[in-house]
């Protein structure tokens, strides 16, 4: 069955404190002493702190993944707080994916990349980053296929240890939307729409229009208009 992908609302603090706490020690847990694991997730996976992350003023959003009405993964993106020297004020972050283990391979992890990924490119194309830790292959490689690339590493701190942290990086892509239109005919450049007038009529030519696309690989199309 497919998952449900929800926006989390203050009431779902509990859950996520839940979900939150069994995904980390299911995934994580054996790196750490006891005492060094239990302050990392009475600091990080508490009720509290997930209601000050849901809260109304919060820069922060959060999903949750549901199959047949229970919590089986979640999602945390919002602005980068990654110690790195490229990080600007602008740049967002996916900074939180998990999945219970017995969820893996489901689709649920895509589906919940693509909602922060939809949430954090709402207003326009922006640099985007995220942590992962050095020896999580298989989370390396999910990144990579969104395009995100090695920038750098730091220490994540947990307790009293010093985890080895990958950052990565995936620059801002401009849309596949027309941004300008260019008359092959008159030579004559137009913003927008390509059923603006150009200067063909006055000199009794005709039209032969190229979409000039903003996108990754900078092509250009012949207009369909």
Not at 147 to 160: C, K, L
Request: net charge neutral; aromatic share 12%; glycine share 8%.
């Amino acid at each position: 069955m497919q998952a449900l992908i929800r926006r989390a609302t203050p009431a779902d603090a509990a859950t996520l404190a839940a979900l939150g706490t069994f995904t980390f020690i299911e995934t994580f847990g054996h790196l750490y002493t006891p005492e060094d694991l239990q302050a990392f997730l009475d600091a990080s996976h508490s009720e509290a702190a997930y209601a000050a992350l849901l809260s109304a003023d919060s820069p922060y959003a959060l999903w949750l993944a549901e199959r047949d009405g229970q919590a089986i993964g979640y999602a945390q993106a919002g602005p980068c707080g990654l110690p790195h020297a490229d990080v600007r004020a602008e740049d967002g972050e996916i900074k939180r994916l998990y999945l219970r283990g017995d969820a893996q391979n489901s689709g649920a992890g895509r589906a919940l990349m693509d909602a922060m990924l939809a949430w954090l490119l709402a207003d326009g194309p922006r640099i985007l980053w995220l942590s992962v830790w050095s020896e999580n292959y298989g989370a390396q490689r999910f990144y990579a296929r969104y395009g995100f690339e090695f920038a750098g590493e730091y220490h994540f701190i947990v307790g009293e240890q010093r985890d080895r942290e990958f950052m990565y990086r995936r620059l801002a892509r401009l849309s596949c939307s027309p941004v300008c239109c260019w008359c092959m005919a008159c030579s004559t450049l137009r913003g927008g729409c390509c059923r603006w007038p150009c200067a063909c009529a006055s000199r009794g030519l005709s039209p032969n229009f190229l979409i000039i696309q903003a996108c990754a690989k900078g092509r250009s199309v012949p207009c369909r208009a």
